[in-house]
């Protein structure tokens, strides 16, 4: 009997668009519609939230919050991330379309996966209309998932609460949180599988974690490919992941193993 009856797929970052680059600009455009310019790092750090969540956890940062003093004289409301999510969607429709090629190895790896009987879930901080455009996309390139649920779904509750994967479960018919896996590229996916109660696996290549486009990575030579990986797999591990995969197409690999 399979140990592993499904696995739970992000999107952004894990599945489509690589490095995980459409909502990383969107973020810093709204925010410096605002006076306030974030960093990649602090962009790329809430990543994986429900993306109103996402904007209050970067104004919560220690030195957003100061920039935002000075903008302002005062600290960053519950209306200004209301605002900057405002700023932000529009922002992100506009790339979407653009930022939604399936990874390199995918669906290889999907289809490997489903010859051994197991199903595809998925789940993402991306709202249902923006996950229109997305799958749109997608499933012309040949990827379509068994299940997916938005945040929307749940209430507008996403990462790292556990209800999309736990509604994953529902929807599919998987009677046991120990057969599912959950795969993902950031620390948001790791607590979302962590608190539903699965095993979690970070992806390094096209992460978020790692956020470097195809071309970047190439270009890195060994040692720098080496001490970036390593630096991601520490991140993955003090997120609370099971295991770290280099790429997707290891992930049939893995579930063998664990059935095994």
Same mark, same amino acid.
């Given at each position: 009997?399979?140990?592993?009856?499904?696995?739970?797929?992000?999107?952004?970052?894990?599945? =489509?668009?690589?490095?995980?680059?459409?909502?990383?600009?969107?973020?810093?455009?709204?925010?410096?519609?605002?006076?306030?310019?974030?960093?990649?790092?602090?962009?790329? @750090? &809430?990543?994986?939230?429900?993306?109103?969540?996402?904007?209050?956890?970067?104004?919560?940062? #220690?030195?957003?919050?100061?920039?935002?003093?000075?903008?302002?004289?005062?600290? &960053?409301?519950?209306?200004?991330?209301?605002?900057?999510?405002?700023?932000?969607?529009?922002?992100?429709?506009?790339?979407?379309?653009?930022?939604?090629?399936?990874?390199?190895?995918?669906?290889e790896t999907v289809a490997r996966i489903r010859d051994m009987g197991v199903k595809i879930g998925s789940t993402t901080g991306y709202t249902a209309a923006m996950m229109e455009i !997305?799958?749109?996309?997608?499933? @012309?390139?040949?990827?379509?998932?068994?299940?997916? =649920?938005?945040?929307?779904?749940?209430?507008? !509750?996403? %990462?790292?609460?556990?209800?999309?994967?736990? %509604?994953?479960?529902?929807?599919?018919? *998987?009677?046991? *949180?120990?057969?599912?896996?959950?795969?993902?590229?950031?620390?948001?996916?790791?607590?979302?599988?962590?608190?539903?109660?699965?095993?979690?696996?970070?992806?390094?290549?096209?992460?978020?974690?790692?956020?470097?486009? #195809?071309?970047?990575?190439?270009?890195?030579?060994?040692?720098?490919? %080496?001490?970036?990986?390593?630096? =991601?797999?520490?991140?993955?591990?003090?997120?609370?992941?099971?295991? =770290?995969? #280099?790429?997707?197409?290891?992930?049939?690999?893995?579930?063998?193993?664990?059935?095994?």
């Amino acid at each position: 009997m399979k140990n592993i009856k499904t696995v739970i797929l992000d999107w952004a970052g894990t599945a =489509v668009d690589f490095g995980s680059f459409a909502p990383v600009r969107a973020f810093i455009e709204a925010f410096e519609s605002f006076g306030v310019t974030p960093t990649t790092d602090e962009t790329r @750090a &809430p990543m994986g939230m429900q993306k109103r969540a996402h904007i209050e956890s970067m104004l919560s940062g #220690e030195r957003l919050s100061a920039l935002w003093r000075d903008a302002y004289g005062r600290a &960053p409301a519950e209306t200004d991330a209301d605002n900057i999510y405002a700023c932000f969607e529009p922002a992100l429709f506009s790339v979407l379309k653009d930022h939604a090629a399936p990874l390199p190895g995918l669906l290889e790896t999907v289809a490997r996966i489903r010859d051994m009987g197991v199903k595809i879930g998925s789940t993402t901080g991306y709202t249902a209309a923006m996950m229109e455009i !997305v799958t749109a996309r997608a499933f @012309a390139a040949g990827y379509e998932p068994d299940c997916l =649920v938005c945040p929307d779904e749940v209430g507008g !509750v996403g %990462r790292p609460y556990p209800y999309m994967l736990w %509604r994953n479960l529902e929807k599919m018919g *998987i009677l046991s *949180i120990n057969s599912a896996l959950k795969v993902g590229d950031t620390a948001a996916d790791m607590h979302e599988g962590k608190n539903a109660g699965c095993l979690c696996v970070g992806v390094i290549e096209g992460s978020n974690m790692l956020g470097l486009r #195809e071309n970047e990575l190439r270009a890195l030579n060994g040692d720098e490919r %080496r001490g970036a990986f390593e630096d =991601v797999r520490r991140r993955y591990a003090e997120a609370g992941a099971d295991f =770290v995969i #280099e790429d997707i197409s290891a992930l049939p690999d893995l579930i063998e193993s664990l059935d095994a």
